[in-house]
């Protein structure tokens, strides 16, 4: 089974803070995605990974930025917390395979407060 | 632009009875949709897919899902609920416009299955 873990399932930073929140998934997956959970509005992008030192913004990229270094370990920094991006956070990983594009295996979430 | 809808926010089911939750979309070319299941305090699982072939797609603990071209519409059913089957649903589509790798995701549907 994939898995994909993540750092921590719950956070609690101060305002102005940088946040970083890590993402390792074990079965040699290209892409890796960061969403945000809020109620009523569903999973919005962050940003996303299609391969190493790759990425590209989603929808929602403003105050965030994102390393891959390692084609396992997706990382997302919030650069200076504030409260609106209090929120859950969720990793997804997905194989590109020959149909060129597949189901996305997700993590447990963070849940971040910004206080 | 290519969306997901998911017209029901809640959607209340007596066990054992059949449960629907329905999603439409809208896309340029071929859809390609899927469901996901969040049950509490977890991340999210992948149900079921449609690529091509048979409208009808079958997955995961007994979810199925028709795909409808005519009515723009991916609802996902089950003959017989279970109150296991609480749970938030998220419908979602491909984005062709992004070389296949981003997801567009539906607000999602809280289903309560009622004992």
């Known amino acids: 089974d994939v898995k994909v873990t993540q750092s921590s399932r719950y956070l609690v930073k101060r305002t102005g803070e940088k946040v970083f929140l890590e993402c390792v998934q074990d079965?040699?997956?290209?892409?890796m995605f960061w969403y945000r959970q809020d109620p009523g509005l569903g999973l919005r992008l962050i940003y996303f990974?299609?391969?190493?030192?790759?990425?590209e913004k989603g929808d929602i990229p403003e105050g965030y930025s994102v390393s891959r270094e390692k084609k396992e370990r997706f990382s997302l920094i919030l650069e200076s917390a504030s409260t609106n991006q209090t929120s859950m956070y969720l990793c997804a990983s997905s194989l590109t395979g020959t149909s060129g594009y597949n189901e996305q295996f997700f993590g447990p979430g963070t849940r971040l407060t910004v206080l | 632009a290519q969306s997901v809808a998911q017209p029901e926010d809640q959607v209340n089911v007596a066990e054992g009875n059949p449960l629907t939750v329905k999603c439409t979309y809208s896309v340029s070319g071929n859809p390609y949709l899927f469901w996901y299941v969040q049950y509490p305090n977890r991340g999210l699982q992948f149900l079921l897919k449609?690529?091509?072939?048979?409208?009808l797609v079958k997955g995961s603990y007994g979810f199925e899902a028709e795909f409808n071209k005519s009515q723009t519409s991916f609802h996902l059913k089950k003959p017989s609920a279970l109150v296991s089957d609480s749970a938030l649903y998220f419908c979602?589509?491909?984005?062709?416009?992004?070389?296949?790798?981003?997801?567009?995701f539906g607000a999602g549907t809280r289903l309560f299955v009622k004992a």
């Open positions: 990974s299609y391969d190493v030192k790759m990425k």
């Open positions: 449609y690529i091509t072939g048979d409208n």
């Open positions: 079965m040699d997956h290209e892409n």
């Open positions: 979602a589509v491909r984005d062709t416009g992004t070389g296949g790798f981003k997801t567009i």
